[in-house]
């Protein structure tokens, strides 16, 4: 049996074209209109809560931030800054399986208030990363240095993240976890027996 199922690969690309595309597409208008660069960690990472809620398998975010990153640049060549959610998305799936997935989604106040935090401390280390990286030092300074742009990105974390949260719970509520899990228990049960 493989490691990643179908459905898992189809949630994993779905949500990496939703951020590719709309990283690649409305960023860079609400960029221009608000001069503030967080609206892609507000896509980011509510996806990639949502795709770590669904298939909770290490690999998940990384995997949607690998095929994010490919997408912007088919769409953006230039836009070398998305490494630092490469980097984000890879810090975000190790912590994640480190805290371990049942964790984080049995217990939905626990869970939500962990990803919450997930998605701020990976969204400030993408900032880090592009200020250090990808930034000429005359803009980062009219942006406050280093430490300011990782706080504009952990705001856009912080608003990614309660929108992640907030779909997967209202997802949860309805049913829609317990159905998935309820169904991977019963292949488990009929591989094993």
């Avoid at 892609?40 to 949502?50: E, K, R, S």
């Avoid at 990384?62 to 490494?83: C, E, K, L, Y």
């Amino acid at each position: 049996m493989p490691y990643f199922q179908t459905r898992d690969l189809a949630v994993i690309t779905i949500f990496a074209a939703l951020w590719g595309v709309l990283n690649a597409t409305i960023s860079p208008v609400f960029f221009q209109l608000f001069h503030l660069p967080f609206l892609c960690d507000v896509i980011g990472f509510a996806a990639l809560i949502l795709a770590v809620w669904w298939v909770k398998k290490l690999g998940t975010a990384a995997f949607v931030g690998f095929i994010a990153t490919a997408m912007n640049f088919i769409f953006r060549p230039d836009a070398f800054h998305f490494f630092g959610f490469t980097a984000a998305s890879m810090i975000f799936d190790v912590i994640a399986s480190l805290i371990g997935y049942s964790r984080l989604f049995q217990n939905r106040i626990l869970g939500s208030t962990v990803l919450f935090a997930l998605s701020v401390f990976s969204a400030a280390a993408a900032g880090l990363i592009i200020a250090a990286f990808f930034m000429e030092p005359a803009a980062l300074g009219r942006w406050g240095g280093t430490l300011a742009w990782s706080g504009l990105h952990a705001l856009g974390g912080a608003i990614g993240g309660a929108v992640g949260v907030s779909l997967m719970n209202a997802l949860t509520a309805r049913g829609i976890a317990a159905k998935d899990t309820e169904v991977a228990e019963a292949q488990r049960t009929a591989h094993d027996g």
